[in-house]
């Protein structure tokens, strides 16, 4: 043994302890549950502070696999590029990446094959530097790797410091692990959750009410919560058109009270003294004109559901005996001083604002309060635009049934002027104005020039049937090919052959008479 064996000796041994607590460090930070980029940081100045390993890097590779990014840096240096990324077999870091083993530098400049990319060392003069790059593994899969620089050292301390970022990168690798199967798993929730709530809102979907838009599967579960309830007072807000009455049914028909009356009342329609013997009904002689006694509407319900449409139009005395009809469950006839028992739910639906006719004392607060046990908010079809051209396909296969016409679709530039229009008459309006389209429509097709004047555009000649005879055939053109272009999923070609054209020539048609290629295939997959 020489005399300074015991020497190297006693430095080899301080150097193994101070690894071991190194190591001991990263794994106490790596198991905190903090931030992890916030504890790469840190591994790699715990690398740089206790081991002098510098320019410390952790780069993962991208979710489609196909190159490394940085993830993490240590102490800043200048020069930095963060944006760099390698790809398999790109420089020493992309070769580690490609093969998965380990790459030792002992003298950067010297390897030509070392790209500089990152922290530009040569533009520094730090030049005679050694190199590590570690493969972080996942099993046999390379997910990222770790690198840094050491002042030159002997073959054997650079072997050395390889094993210890080795473990290092072990460790990483299994935070990498812990974070992917927890986003997995969340990934996973989400979908289930996304499944289920899906399957649930479609179970829940009345078959009288078209629509898939979220604010209509809001609806349905609204409609399914109250249905089957012992409530019996429920208020439909919305706007006029949005199909009130339809959810009052639906409501109705899935509720225990299905094989009972269900009975429609627009009160807006009736003037005081009708509307009141309507619903109450009235003795012989309690008025002129009363020739007979007359169960009024609230009687007939009996058991089952009584929709009252417009319930913001009743009058403060009509009012009144509502509210004991709620409250009491009885009431008497016009003219009467029997009191009539009965055993009704009471839906009322209203597009106007109650809380502002409260506050201007037209409206009564405690009927306020009896009727809202159970609000249900329809949304106007503005809000709800998914589902207008589920809604126009449902209507033209009901009127052309009902008016025995072959109408089978609505052409691409009427669909424009559907989509485009603002639908203040909500759905009440869109159904109308596909029954005028079917009524006034000599083929199969439902053009522009078929919808009512409201839905017209200035200037299109796809809108129009008259003007010249060239304008008329740029029409039946233009709906030819959209059509082939339809059937075949936007694929030129095929549509080309289709309709006996060829594929340039279809091209420049679309170009030519404005077909809006991009737009209609991207709605048809968001439809689909």
């Given at each position: ?7 190297s ?21 790596l ?12 591994l ?13 890097t ?9 190159e490394?990014?940085?993830e ?12 760099v ?5 790109e ?7 490609e ?5 030792i530098?002992?003298?950067i ?12 060392r040569f ?11 570690v ?11 770790i ?14 410091s ?9 460790m ?34 009345p ?31 919305g706007e ?6 339809l ?10 009270r ?23 009904g009235?003795k012989k ?5 009363a ?11 009996d058991?089952g559901?009584l ?10 005395a ?25 055993n009704?739910r ?7 604002n ?6 201007e ?17 329809l ?13 126009a396909?449902?209507f ?13 679709r ?16 909500n ?21 522009g ?10 200037g ?20 030819i090919?959209v059509?082939?272009?339809k ?11 289709e ?19 991009d ?7 968001r439809?689909?």
């Open positions: 043994m020489t005399i300074n064996e015991p020497e000796l006693y430095l080899h041994i301080t150097r193994h302890e101070k690894e071991l607590s190194v190591l001991y460090k990263i794994a106490h930070l198991a905190t549950k903090t931030d992890y980029l916030e504890n790469f940081k840190k790699l100045n715990v690398l740089d502070d206790e081991l002098s390993m510098r320019r410390g952790i780069m993962l590779l991208s979710p489609d696999g196909r490394l990014f940085i993490a840096i240590g102490n800043p240096i200048d020069g930095l590029q963060s944006n990324t390698y790809r398999k077999g420089g020493i870091t992309g070769k580690v990446l093969s998965g083993t380990s790459a530098i002992p003298n400049s010297a390897e030509p094959e070392f790209k500089d990319r990152i922290y530009r533009q520094t003069n730090v030049k005679e530097n050694s190199f590590i790059c493969p972080i593994m996942i099993g046999n899969e390379v997910v990222g790797t690198s840094v620089d050491l002042v030159y050292e002997s073959q054997g301390l650079l072997s050395d390889e094993r210890v970022l080795s473990i290092v990168a072990g990483i690798a299994n935070d990498v692990k812990a974070r992917r199967r927890r986003l997995q798993e969340k990934a996973e929730l989400e979908a289930e959750n996304f499944r289920l709530r899906s399957q649930l809102e479609e179970r829940y979907r078959e009288n009410i078209v629509g898939n838009s979220h604010a209509m599967r809001e609806v349905y579960v609204r409609i399914h919560q109250v249905s089957k309830s012992a409530t019996t007072s429920v208020l439909i807000r006029s058109g949005t199909g009130k009455e959810v009052a049914s639906a409501i109705h028909y899935a509720s225990p299905s094989d009972k009356p269900f009975v429609k009342v627009n009160c807006a329609a009736l003037n005081e003294n009708v509307l009141e013997s309507e619903l109450f009235h002689g309690a008025f002129t004109g020739l007979y006694e007359r169960k009024g509407r609230i009687e007939e319900t058991g559901t929709f009252l449409d417009e319930i913001g139009d009743f009058t403060p009509i009012q009144t005996k509502l509210l004991r009809v709620l409250q009491e469950r009885e009431f008497e006839r016009v003219g009467s001083n029997k009191t009539i028992k009965v009704v009471i839906i009322a639906a209203t597009n106007r109650l809380e502002k006719s409260i506050a004392g037209l409206f009564r607060e405690d009927l306020y309060y009896r009727i809202n046990v159970f609000p249900i908010f949304p106007p079809l503005r809000e709800r635009r998914s589902d207008i051209l589920q809604l396909d449902h033209v296969q009901k009127y052309a049934a009902k008016l025995n016409k072959n109408v089978t609505i052409s691409t530039p009427a669909i424009n002027m559907i989509l485009a229009y603002h639908w203040p008459g759905v009440r309006e869109l159904e109308n104005c596909i029954e005028h389209g079917v009524l006034v429509c000599n083929d199969e097709s439902i053009h020039y078929n919808l009512p004047p409201t839905l017209q555009v200035p299109d000649i796809e809108n129009s049937p008259e003007g010249t005879l060239k304008a008329r055939i740029q029409l039946l053109e233009k709906d090919i059509d082939a272009l059937r075949t999923n936007g694929n030129v070609s095929a549509a080309a052959r309709i006996g054209y060829t594929p340039r020539m279809v091209r420049y048609k679309i170009k030519n008479l404005r077909i809006d290629y737009g209609l295939f991207k709605r048809m997959k439809r689909q």
